[in-house]
């Protein structure tokens, strides 16, 4: 596992929910806890982002101020990153959650020294909250964060298992991509992730690997090279 020195795992909401699809699995993030143990007693550090959609997606929300139904977002972010926090604590994983703006005792404030000074005791980090501003998706956040703590490579684990031309579950005959470049994602407009964020990933050369988390081991494979989903490079 020594190809990456350090990584940023984006888990969508949807994936935490399992078969659920609201709310949290157990056993789904179980499992995500004893692969990131994994990673980090090999000594990858390892920072992670959370999506909200289990709890809320705000932009389907049309009775509701744009900016206040993202408030709302960014809390759903802060609630799963504290849950998955305590489930990795459970398994002996040393954790912290930082967020961009304050949360009392919950959370602590991002810095990129406080990342770098518990990445350096062997922490797993969770950026919580978004970015801390409306209008701006964890797609974005998840590489502003990638690009801030200079990670490696974004993994995005997700409920769909990589890119596709077109949204498989409407289309059967959609193709699924091995690799593709940002360029192309942007250029086609395909959706993977929200253009900001598709963008931010080109400007600052970051790759990215969008895989499906419910795949058995799916995280660890991935960072040994070994997945079916897809290398979006940069």
Known sequence: M??????????SGEALAGPNKTGFDEATCLGVARQVKELVDSGIEVGIVTGGGN??????????DRTKADQIGMLATVMNCIYVSEIFRSVGIRTSVLTPFECG???????KDRVNKYFSKG???FFAGGTGHPY???????????VEIEADIILSAKSIDGVYDADPAVNPGAKKYDEISIDNVINNRLGVIDL????????????MMIFGLNEE????????GVTKGTLVTA
């Open 55 to 64: 709890f809320w997606r705000g932009r389907t929300s049309g009775n509701i």
């Open 123 to 125: 922490m797993v980090v």
């Open 2 to 11: 020594a190809k990456y020195k350090r990584v940023l795992l984006k888990l």
């Open 105 to 111: 005792s919950f959370t602590k404030l991002f810095s």
């Open 196 to 207: 900001a964020a598709a963008v931010l990933c080109m400007e600052n050369h970051m790759p």
């Open 217 to 224: 081991n799916s995280i660890v494979n991935t960072v040994n």
């Open 136 to 146: 701006f998706s964890t797609d974005t956040s998840t590489v502003l964060r990638a």
